[in-house]
């Protein structure tokens, strides 16, 4: 048993700690028990490891840890999360992070080279982190991986702007079979052939130019690996090695301290552990911290005394068996895949059924990084209802050993483990005996099994009659309320009846193998239990390069790129923070609709770290601020009006102690009657003032009155929110100059103008005296257009009024839950045609819901009617708009603008010229094989009863400008210095689009200078006044034209001397003109002509031209589940003479699979009707771990994209066309090839009428639409899955 361990003996051992970060010894001094590794890498000032969603869910944080396993001799490299890693957890470690890889300096990795020749990074943000997977990934493998095996390890990262595809041809190279391939001599490539990025091998790809120059693929970076067990994969001799000191270090135990009195414990030994348990009984015992670390951060859980079990010995063993695997604790889940994989090839199949199918559910399991710190027995002990392994552990059988304190061990079946939700029996787990059993289910607040199905099945011959009359008993066993937590409630019912038929077939299979499962069930039913296979994704890009000068036209990579794959690019959290610095924390309302009573904030202001607190009577300006309309209070004064709202501020010493003081406000409430859908708004005529809307063309009334209709249909669609989810939260960073004479600010937003102009109006100081500067973002798309610029004003107030810096960054919870998102719609519609598909008329009424601010719900609303008619000629069209009033947080722009909810003259009068959509159109059908594609998806769906494949094919047409007229303006500074080289500063942000490589190629061509001659440092307000937001996709167009506007009047005042002399450079020529005193820097303006739209009338041209477009998709959908599989898309774009077709092809390829998040995978789920398990008005699906965007393995599987040749675009800069926005819509296409396969599979039980499909189409949708026998049971004919709009 031992003895207890005193204190002191604890203590004792806590000589310095240490830490090897990127090959430096750094010694971990006490008191730092609080941090995340994240926070402590970012204080010593590596920001390259960035911080995206705090849990775990995003990839943005990882890095890698290696450590020396004494037991196999071997270093063990590893990709973890910092932001979920507790410091002291590394202790005795060695971590690299992206710093450590390679840096512009000394030269790049050629992970880091290929990722960013590769068009890889695009706003950059997630890049370090993709960079660190892979890199551990190559570190830890042998043999070079598959290609399968990288995509699964880059599971865990989750990028938002490229669609993965150019990550994945990024790093295909490193899954080399062939090496011959790879180097010149052996590979009998001709000069002009190279190793393709995009596809590892060779091809010809720098070749389709039509100028002079080639692009060069970058075959020649890859050098054999080799490999040393110690150090892993050596890619060049600057690889960082393995710490020697490390090799022979020992563990100790470890007892330090952290902030509020944390205690962290690092027994060795499990007699330790038990020790310190009986000191401390309510002490927290944790292995990976990715559930323990979700509950301090997010769920402000409080556990005073930690205790790392990670490194005791007897919780780690793993002991095979001849009956089964003993499995201690604290083995990680990553440690288990190998053991079983390893059980599974050794023993006969029959044996290790079980391992297979944890060993499948494994693959599904979080990501790699998760994989491998999480434990199992921390999965266990959570409990969690939704455990992707506990009911494994159920239907195998397996025991629970549990030691109390004083070591009594006792044995407890799995199925008898669980007590309730997230409630366990518990200290200790070290054994799981498998053994397979073929009944569970999880389908309450805790895993339990379904027992009376279980009693039925027992001593039943497996014939189709027990089927039956199991399902008949399964559907009673169900325990499922109307408004159990996690909704979906009948979805989730009929899931479990397939999932029992998918059982049924596959045991039916296994039993009596191929052909007898014929006789008891057709062919076709196979399809149920078909395994799937999740193929590499294969992306294809063809365009022409049409040079125009030095470099527009030219493929050239972002200009940022290699900044960004070495974690040198600086975001606004990385710019260090001046002395006296403060952090805020906002003071938010918990009710959707109240009157505020009372607000005590006595316990804040005695808070540790508390430097100031800030209501609406502090506010020293106008509190009342809005884009177009002042209607939101900076803080609410007496009503709040959604949950989110900012009440005030509080600022501290730190951000958690920050948000520590700010918990502590406490604001009593009168709650008031709220608005919590579109209908209710309807219903309770609640709208935003002014915002009643029409356009018409013809007469809708009398056409439907004619006769000349075939049919008339009526009916309504539902389109969902969506979550912006750029990577990098709102961040803004702002300090006073001269005692607060000026207010200086350096922020995360796509309008610096707008936070120049809502902090001097906070403040009551004038705009001459606010200078907002942006030098990057990561990522935007829309949400960082007016929400951010309110949050600047909310840091100025404390940043003003104590004359101190003031940081304010929003947690992704926060972000998610507070800023707002694209607006959900509702249309009412009705719609005539004939027999032949001609739509004669559309009667359209639309809401969108604005939320409790009016911020840009109008134009949102107004380009919607716009673009309802997509591209079909509609005679007769009458579109009705209204911005609905609720008690949510303010909606606001998204990519798309309204357009995606959503050859002559258009509906508002503006006359189509030069469309080319008919050539697109025609294209698309020959290249993607419209019919011969249908033909196989028909014989597929023949011979395939429970999966189901669709197609579709979509046009895009969408108009380019702001719609407010006045927007459509844009100025540049363009200065030429001496040495040749041009620093240009716009009014546009870059934010990962490739604005400032566009219009740099711009400046470059105007000068004919290399394109590396060319600087674009930031945008600033002080440089270009008055600038719009960088949003409607014009942003090339207009900043491109006012460089080229400045370029050119620099141009014509060197004009006289570049005549006169030759010079044998530009630098030369410059220096000339200097000596000369002529004028080398110029401002340059650009208003968009002919344009202007007069809603009185409903008449005019709102847009300068149109962006056309056409996707074919083909989907495959798993008919008993909902799940589903893009198996390929084709897209074709007309961008005229594309500025910089790589750029381009990666806004296409990103906005598509945004788009095909919105489509098919994003939900927000809001507390409303819908949703009573959400208190109301709160965001339940506030982080990654809720809120799904694609992820790697929702990537088409063939991805091809092609700009349409030789169509230039004369109006705009050098023929080119916008490209931001108009592609997102097109993944329409996968929504309805979805639609086209619930189509098939509805056929299979008769049900062959019209259906209603709601946006997004998740598998609950999908599922619950194949109406089948075992959705009937729960569900009416005219059932609609439950959705927030
Ligand atoms: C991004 C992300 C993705 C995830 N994905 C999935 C998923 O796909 N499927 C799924 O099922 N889960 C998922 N999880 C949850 C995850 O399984 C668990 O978080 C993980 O297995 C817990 O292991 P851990 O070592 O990190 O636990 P810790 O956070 O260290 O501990 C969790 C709990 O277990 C207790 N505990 C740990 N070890 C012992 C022990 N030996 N004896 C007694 N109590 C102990 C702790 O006290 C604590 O209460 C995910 C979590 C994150 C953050
Ligand atoms: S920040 Fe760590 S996973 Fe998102
Ligand atoms: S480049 Fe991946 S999130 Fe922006």
């Not at 020749?117 to 190559?138: D, E, K, V």
């Not at 020697?244 to 509020?260: A, D």
């Not at 929003?810 to 005539?832: A, E, N, P, W």
């Not at 000629?873 to 609720?886: A, L, M």
Request: charged share 20%.
């Amino acid at each position: 048993m031992g003895s207890l361990m005193t204190e002191n003996e604890m203590d004792s051992e806590t000589k310095e700690p240490i830490l090897y970060v990127n090959g430096v010894r750094r010694v971990l001094p006490d008191g730092l028990a609080h941090l995340t590794l994240l926070e402590y890498l970012r204080d010593i000032g590596l920001t390259g490891t960035k911080l995206g969603c705090g849990e775990g869910g995003c990839g943005a944080c990882t890095v890698m840890v290696s450590y020396f396993d004494q037991n196999s001799k071997k270093c063990v490299h590893l990709a973890i999360n910092a932001c979920l890693a507790p410091l002291y957890s590394l202790e005795g470690m060695h971590i690299i992070t992206v710093e450590g890889v390679g840096n512009r300096r000394y030269g790049l990795h050629p992970i880091q080279e290929s990722l960013a020749q590769s068009h890889g990074s695009q706003c950059g943000f997630c890049t370090p982190g993709f960079i660190m997977s892979m890199y551990a990934l190559l570190r830890s493998s042998q043999k070079p991986p598959t290609k399968e095996d990288i995509e699964e390890n880059l599971a865990g990262n989750l990028c938002r702007c490229t669609g993965y595809r150019p990550i994945v041809d990024a790093f295909r190279v490193f899954a080399r079979t062939n090496d011959a391939l790879y180097t010149n001599e052996s590979s009998g490539l001709s000069n002009s052939e190279f190793v393709c990025p995009s596809t590892g091998k060779p091809c010809s790809c720098g070749l389709n130019i039509k100028d002079d120059k080639k692009t060069t693929c970058n075959g020649d970076i890859m050098k054999p690996i080799s490999y040393n067990a110690i150090d892993g994969a050596a890619y060049t001799d600057k690889e960082l090695i393995f710490p020697p000191e490390l090799l022979l270090r020992k563990l100790t135990n470890l007892c330090l301290n952290g902030s509020n009195g944390l205690k962290w414990y690092r027994p060795l030994k499990l007699q330790h552990v038990l020790d310190i348990k009986a000191r401390y009984p309510d002490a927290k015992l944790v292995v990976g911290n990715t559930e323990v670390g979700i509950e301090t951060r997010l769920k402000n859980f409080h556990y005073p005394v930690l205790i790392h079990v990670a490194h005791v010995p007897e919780l780690n063993q793993i002991i095979i068996k001849d009956d089964g695997l003993e499995i201690g604790a604290a083995v990680k889940l990553s440690e288990i895949v190998k053991v079983l994989k390893t059980v599974s090839d050794q023993r006969a199949p029959f044996q290790t059924s079980s391992c297979r199918s944890i060993l499948e559910q494994l693959k599904w399991f979080a990501g790699a990084q998760i994989r491998n710190v999480a434990s199992i027995g921390g999965n266990i002990c959570t409990a969690s209802p939704i455990s992707d392994l506990n009911p494994l552990w159920m239907a195998t059988r397996a025991k629970f050993q549990i030691s109390d304190c004083k070591g009594n061990i006792r044995t407890c079946a799995a199925e008898k483990f669980f007590l309730g939700y997230r409630k366990v029996d518990l200290a200790r787990i070290i054994s799981g005996w498998f053994v397979m059993r073929p009944l569970f289910t999880g389908r309450c607040s805790y895993s339990v099994s379904a027992n009376e199905t279980k009693a039925f099945l027992m001593g039943k011959h497996w014939k189709k009659d027990v089927l039956q009359g199991a399902l008949r008993i399964l559907e009673k066993d169900i325990l499922l309320k109307e408004n159990a937590p996690g909704g979906m409630v009948e979805f989730r019912k009929s899931l479990i009846l397939s999932f029992f038929f998918k059982f049924f077939l596959w045991v039916c299979h296994q039993m009596d193998g191929l052909a007898s499962f014929e006789d008891k069930v057709p062919k076709s039913h196979l399809s149920a239990i078909k395994a799937f296979h999740h193929p590499s994704v294969i992306g294809s890009q063809d365009y022409d390069i049409v040079k125009r000068g030095s470099a527009v036209g030219a493929p050239e990579v972002h200009l940022s790129s290699r900044l960004q794959v070495t974690g040198e690019a600086e975001y606004t959290d990385d710019v260090p923070m001046p002395p006296n610095s403060l952090h805020a924390a906002l003071i938010l309302s918990k009710k959707p609709h109240a009157r505020i009573i009372a607000i005590d904030d006595v316990a804040a202001k005695s808070s540790p770290g508390f430097a100031g607190i800030f209501f609406a009577k502090n506010v020293p300006g106008d509190r009342w601020v809005g884009p177009i309309v002042a209607d939101e209070e900076l803080f609410a004064s007496e009503i709040v009006t959604c949950v989110g709202q900012v009440i005030g501020v509080v600022v501290a010493d730190t951000h958690e102690n920050a948000k520590h003081a700010a918990r502590k406000v406490h604001v009593q409430y009168e709650e008031l009657p709220a608005v919590l859908s579109i209908n209710d708004a309807i219903k309770s005529n609640s709208f935003h003032p002014n915002t009643e809307r029409c356009l018409t063309k013809g007469d809708v009334d009398l056409c439907f009155l004619s006769g000349q209709c075939d049919k008339i249909i009526e009916g309504d669609v539902r389109v969902g929110g969506q979550e912006h989810f750029y990577l990098e939260p709102n961040i803004t960073l702002i300090w006073t100059i001269d005692g607060g004479n000026e207010v200086h600010m350096i922020s995360s937003t796509q309008a610096p103008q707008k936070h120049q102009k809502y902090v001097s109006h906070v403040l009551g100081l004038l705009m001459s005296k606010v200078v907002c500067k942006t030098k990057r973002i990561g990522g935007g798309f829309g949400g960082k257009e007016t929400r951010s610029a309110f949050f600047a004003a909310v840091a100025a107030i404390p940043s003003y009024l104590l004359n101190r810096p003031v940081k304010l960054t929003l947690d992704r919870d926060i972000d998610m839950m507070v800023t707002g998102q694209r607006h959900s719609f509702l249309g009412k519609y009705k719609v005539g045609f004939t027999n032949d598909g001609k739509v004669l008329a559309l009667d359209l009424e639309i809401f969108n819901n604005g939320g409790n601010s009016l911020d840009l719900s109008l134009p949102v609303l107004e380009r919607a009617m716009f673009h309802s008619d997509n591209v079909y000629e509609i005679p007769n069209i009458r579109i009705k708009g209204k911005v609905c009033f609720t008690n949510f947080p303010s909606n606001t722009a998204f990519r798309g603008f309204g357009g995606p909810q959503e050859g002559s003259v258009l509906h508002y009068g503006q006359q189509i010229e030069h469309s080319t959509l008919e050539r697109l159109w025609n294209e698309l059908k020959t290249s993607c094989d419209f019919l011969g594609a249908r033909k196989e998806v028909e014989e597929f769906n023949l011979n395939n009863r429970w999966k189901k494949r669709g197609i579709a094919i979509i046009p895009t047409k969408f108009g380019i400008s702001f719609t407010a007229k006045f927007m459509n303006q844009a100025g540049a500074l363009v200065q030429v210095y001496t040495d040749g080289t041009v620093l240009v500063t716009h009014g546009g942000v870059e934010m990962g689009q490739g604005l400032h490589t566009k219009v740099a190629q711009v400046a470059a061509s105007c000068f004919d200078i290399p394109l590396s001659s060319v600087f674009i440092s930031e945008t600033s307000t002080d440089k270009v006044p008055n600038a719009s937001p960088t949003a409607a996709s014009a942003s090339s167009d207009i900043y491109g034209a006012a460089v080229l506007d400045a370029c050119q009047q620099i141009k014509a005042r060197m004009e006289p001397m570049a005549s006169k002399h030759s010079f044998g450079s530009f630098a030369e020529l410059a220096n000339a003109c200097y000596m000369e005193r002529i004028d080398l820097s110029a401002h340059g303006f650009y208003k968009t002509p002919d344009i202007g739209f007069d809603w009185e009338t409903g008449k005019g041209v709102p847009f300068r031209y149109f962006t056309y477009g056409a996707a074919f998709a083909e989907v495959e959908i798993d008919t008993l589940t909902g799940d589903f599989h893009t198996r390929r898309a084709d897209v074709i774009f007309d961008l005229g003479f594309s500025l910089n077709p790589a750029i381009d092809v990666g806004q296409i390829e990103g906005a598509f699979v945004q788009g095909l998040g919105w489509v098919a995978l994003e939900e927000l789920k809001w507390g409303d009707a819908a949703h009573k398990w959400v208190p109301p008005g709160c965001l339940y699906t506030c982080g990654p771990g809720t809120y799904k965007i694609p992820s790697i393995n929702d990537v088409p599987f063939k991805f091809s994209v092609s700009l349409l040749k030789d169509a230039p675009n004369d109006k705009a800069i050098h023929s080119s066309k916008a490209v931001g926005e108009p592609p997102f819509f097109l993944a329409s296409a996968v929504f309805f090839a979805i639609k086209d396969a619930i189509i098939a599979a509805r056929a299979e039980t008769n049900v062959t009428d019209w259906f209603p499909l709601d946006n997004p189409a998740t598998p609950e949708r999908i599922r619950m639409a194949c109406i089948d026998e075992f959705t009937k049971p729960f569900i009416d004919s005219d059932y609609r899955p439950k959705l927030s709009v």
